[in-house]
């Protein structure tokens, strides 16, 4: 009766190691997060809201814009998250809400500027009402940091590492093709520069704001390159051409992408203790267009939502989309579905074939 110790000390043995593996799996699930904040500047693509507040046609603040997301309809031009709502998630924040209507609060896990329409030119995207575009959310990050941020920090050193380990995500310069240089009925710059020329333009401006954010502490940048718009169905549909996209527009983009990695390798080398990392989602993107069942998709050319335009422009409010819209690359006439979004952010987060010269991984570690 009395001789089950054995029995007993073996059982304690196992519950121990349960234990012990309990406490390394609650230690490795949540060890806070890899960043202590993440600020997001852009376009529509990085937009969580910020036009919900602004005089403007460029809105997704009804459904089905948000079928697919926790919080519903928030303003995301997506059915789900965007890339920036990923690389929250990766980095253990959580997702970046949009400045303008978090005025009164700041919020320390950091904050999204980005506006749909805008882009990087004062006058990108006018044509349809008031957005911020890439001055005015500088301008705005400024005034957070210079007022509001510093309260949040016992001392300006504190708040100078916090802004030095945080990371600046960007995706803007698609517009200054879509909404500018690709209107020539209302918009004068492709009469007035080349293609190579007008994506120094944008590079210039560019990195100005860039250098304006670093003279404000910010050190840890990831710029995402413009996506392959010829293939967006807005543009793919309306020209004749033979393949699944217009390589015109492609092509003009592709000026603006080499500038770019010159311009990030030159500011990092230039910058003390700065790091400027490229977000290679235009050749990502192409391929998944291309080689579609490759990413697990099955239509790389049709919206999921019905559209205005006949599989072009945006969704029309409150029909009922695609079943499917994990199968495909396209939500609307120009944005991405969650599930494109999460390879996009979780290649760069990884791989440095995506985001180089380092990874999100690497990048939060320097
Ligand atoms: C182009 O248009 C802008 C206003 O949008 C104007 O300021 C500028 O002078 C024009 N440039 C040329 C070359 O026509
Ligand atoms: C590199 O950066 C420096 C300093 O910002 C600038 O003067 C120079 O024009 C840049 N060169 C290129 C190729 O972008
Ligand atoms: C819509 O576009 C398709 C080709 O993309 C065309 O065959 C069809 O006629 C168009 N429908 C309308 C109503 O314009
Ligand atoms: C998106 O939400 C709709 C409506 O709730 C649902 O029918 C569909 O299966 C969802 N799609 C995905 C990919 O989660
Ligand atoms: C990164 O790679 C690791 C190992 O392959 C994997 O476990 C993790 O889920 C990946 N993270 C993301 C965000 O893709």
Same mark, same amino acid.
């Given at each position: 009766m009395r001789d089950h110790s054995p029995m007993v000390s073996t059982f304690s043995a196992f519950l121990l190691v349960v234990i012990r593996l309990q406490t390394r799996v609650a230690c490795s699930s949540s060890p806070g997060p890899l960043a202590p904040a993440l600020f997001v500047f852009g376009d529509s693509t990085f937009d969580s809201g910020n036009n919900n507040r602004l005089p403007t046609l460029a809105k997704a603040n009804y459904l089905p814009y948000g079928d697919n997301f926790s919080g519903g309809v928030t303003g995301r031009f997506t059915n789900g998250r965007n890339i920036p709502d990923f690389l929250a998630e990766f980095l253990g924040l959580p997702y970046a809400p949009p400045y303008l209507s978090f005025r009164t609060s700041v919020v320390i896990t950091g904050l999204n500027f980005a506006s749909g329409a805008c882009g990087i030119l004062p006058d990108t995207g006018d044509y349809l009402g008031k957005c911020l575009n890439l001055d005015d959310q500088v301008r705005l990050f400024e005034s957070a940091a210079r007022n509001d941020l510093p309260r949040l920090f016992k001392s300006s050193d504190e708040f100078s590492s916090y802004l030095a380990k945080s990371i600046f995500a960007f995706s803007i310069g698609n517009n200054d093709y879509i =909404? =500018?240089?690709?209107?020539p009925t209302l918009y004068n710059t492709s009469k007035t520069y080349e293609p190579w020329p007008f994506a120094k333009l944008l590079g210039a401006a560019l990195s100005r704001h860039l250098e304006r954010l670093y003279n404000m502490g910010a050190r840890k940048f990831v710029v995402f390159q413009i996506g392959p718009i010829g293939c967006i169905p807005t543009i793919a549909k309306k020209s004749k051409h033979d393949g699944v996209c217009d390589e015109g527009p492609n092509l003009l983009v592709s000026y603006f992408n080499q500038m770019l990695q010159l311009m990030l390798e030159n500011m990092t080398s230039s910058l003390t203790r700065s790091m400027f990392v490229l977000g290679r989602a235009n050749p990502l993107g192409y391929d998944a267009i291309i080689n579609p069942s490759i990413y697990g998709l099955t239509d790389s050319r049709n919206p999921c939502c019905t559209t205005w335009g006949n599989g072009s422009f945006s969704c029309v409010p409150f029909l009922t989309p695609c079943r499917d819209a994990d199968k495909h690359f396209f939500w609307d006439g120009y944005h991405l579905t969650d599930t494109v979004s999460s390879i996009i952010a979780s290649r760069c987060f990884n791989d440095t074939i995506v985001c180089s010269p380092v990874s999100i991984q690497d990048l939060v570690q320097i």
């Amino acid at each position: 009766m009395r001789d089950h110790s054995p029995m007993v000390s073996t059982f304690s043995a196992f519950l121990l190691v349960v234990i012990r593996l309990q406490t390394r799996v609650a230690c490795s699930s949540s060890p806070g997060p890899l960043a202590p904040a993440l600020f997001v500047f852009g376009d529509s693509t990085f937009d969580s809201g910020n036009n919900n507040r602004l005089p403007t046609l460029a809105k997704a603040n009804y459904l089905p814009y948000g079928d697919n997301f926790s919080g519903g309809v928030t303003g995301r031009f997506t059915n789900g998250r965007n890339i920036p709502d990923f690389l929250a998630e990766f980095l253990g924040l959580p997702y970046a809400p949009p400045y303008l209507s978090f005025r009164t609060s700041v919020v320390i896990t950091g904050l999204n500027f980005a506006s749909g329409a805008c882009g990087i030119l004062p006058d990108t995207g006018d044509y349809l009402g008031k957005c911020l575009n890439l001055d005015d959310q500088v301008r705005l990050f400024e005034s957070a940091a210079r007022n509001d941020l510093p309260r949040l920090f016992k001392s300006s050193d504190e708040f100078s590492s916090y802004l030095a380990k945080s990371i600046f995500a960007f995706s803007i310069g698609n517009n200054d093709y879509i =909404n =500018n240089y690709l209107i020539p009925t209302l918009y004068n710059t492709s009469k007035t520069y080349e293609p190579w020329p007008f994506a120094k333009l944008l590079g210039a401006a560019l990195s100005r704001h860039l250098e304006r954010l670093y003279n404000m502490g910010a050190r840890k940048f990831v710029v995402f390159q413009i996506g392959p718009i010829g293939c967006i169905p807005t543009i793919a549909k309306k020209s004749k051409h033979d393949g699944v996209c217009d390589e015109g527009p492609n092509l003009l983009v592709s000026y603006f992408n080499q500038m770019l990695q010159l311009m990030l390798e030159n500011m990092t080398s230039s910058l003390t203790r700065s790091m400027f990392v490229l977000g290679r989602a235009n050749p990502l993107g192409y391929d998944a267009i291309i080689n579609p069942s490759i990413y697990g998709l099955t239509d790389s050319r049709n919206p999921c939502c019905t559209t205005w335009g006949n599989g072009s422009f945006s969704c029309v409010p409150f029909l009922t989309p695609c079943r499917d819209a994990d199968k495909h690359f396209f939500w609307d006439g120009y944005h991405l579905t969650d599930t494109v979004s999460s390879i996009i952010a979780s290649r760069c987060f990884n791989d440095t074939i995506v985001c180089s010269p380092v990874s999100i991984q690497d990048l939060v570690q320097i």
